[in-house]
Nanobody, 113 residues
Framework: QVQLVESGGGLVQPGGSLRLSCVVS????????MGWYRQAPGKQREFVAFISPGYYTNYADSVKGRFTISRDNGKNTAYLQMNSLKPEDTAVYYC???????WGQGTQVTVSS
């Protein structure tokens, strides 16, 4: 059974950094697209970043230049490096694997002084 497990969230001050990880088990990780999404309180879940098996990447305009998505196929893990964090980045962050639309359970990121 495919499982996605996120980690790395927490409380950080504005301007700080965090690195999220998403470990995937039970699948041929290297063949799948990986994405990061987030959902703030009272808002819909939104796209953050994407990486293909061939390392093509795409970002939401709101995070371009601050966030970097990457993957390590040897570790079945996708990462989201988040720099210059802002209070509006506060949300639960989810990783998603496609095709198949598999989601992780989410990890909370709070940006506050």
């Amino acid at each position: 059974q495919v499982q996605l497990v996120e980690s790395g969230g927490g409380l950080v001050q504005p301007g700080g950094s965090l690195r999220l990880s998403c470990v995937v088990s039970g699948s041929a990780f290297r063949s799948y697209n990986m994405g990061w999404y987030r959902q703030a309180p009272g808002k819909q879940r939104e796209f953050v970043a994407f990486i293909s098996p061939g390392y093509y990447t795409n970002y939401a305009d709101s995070v371009k230049g601050r966030f970097t998505i990457s993957r390590d196929n040897g570790k079945n893990t996708a990462y989201l490096q988040m720099n210059s964090l802002k209070p509006e980045d506060t949300a639960v962050y989810y990783c998603k694997m496609t095709p198949g639309d598999r989601w992780g359970q989410g990890t909370q990121v709070t940006v506050s002084s």
